[in-house]
């Protein structure tokens, strides 16, 4: 497909995708700091999620750290069909619109 030339300039050879929000991120957020994951570590992977609301269900709230410490255990999250998520978060059963992480570590 070719994309309609701008105002002031010759035609662009074929549509190029502007960055997902997420490539934007990943972009803006490089770091030389060598971060790590403490769920990632003990579990082998992220949660699920860290919020959901009606809108948007993902992990937004991470633990990182850094050599010299040992991720040995996190808190359990609940899955996506707890009771009490069915509208999202907040709710009774979740006060907050973001699930509580935590990490105990070796040192």
Known sequence: SVRPAPASGPPLPHAV????????LAW??????????????VLGDEPTFTTST???TGTLDYIW???GVEPVAVLDVPHLGATGLEQ???SR???SDH???AV???I
């Open 99 to 101: 699930l509580l992480l």
């Open 54 to 56: 009606p809108a948007f």
């Open 88 to 90: 999202g978060m907040p």
């Open 17 to 24: 995708e502007p960055p997902t929000v997420h490539e934007e």
């Open 65 to 67: 750290y850094i050599g």
């Open 28 to 41: 803006r957020l490089r770091h030389p700091l060598p971060l790590r994951s403490a769920y990632t570590a």
């Open 104 to 106: 105990a570590v070796r």
């Open 93 to 95: 059963a979740f006060p």
